[in-house]
């Protein structure tokens, strides 16, 4: 299960159903790209066939939206 938190233009915000025990992140994909993001503060953990341009564009949506993206985390994993 990954529950979508968060769709804006062609990306979408999800987080795994298991991944319960890491540290508070959020995934996004949009068409055959992926990347994955810790929260608070809002980092990079990993990315495939974004480009520079696209990751500050998601960073800024991600920190834009941290304290729902925390909630929902905070919310599902209690």
């Known amino acids: 299960m990954s ?3 968060l ?3 062609p990306h979408r915000f999800f987080f795994y159903s298991n991944e319960g025990l890491e540290p508070p992140h959020i995934h996004v994909e ?3 790209k992926t990347a994955k993001f810790w ?3 809002v980092e ?3 990315s495939n066939r974004y480009n520079a341009t696209e990751l500050r ?3 800024d949506i991600i920190q834009k939206h941290e304290r729902d ?3 929902h985390w905070n919310k599902f994993f209690s």
């Open 44 to 46: 990079l953990a990993r």
């Open 39 to 41: 929260l608070s503060p």
């Open 7 to 9: 769709r804006e233009g």
């Open 30 to 32: 949009s068409a055959e």
């Open 69 to 71: 993206f925390i909630d």
């Open 3 to 5: 529950p979508t938190i």
């Open 57 to 59: 564009e998601l960073q």
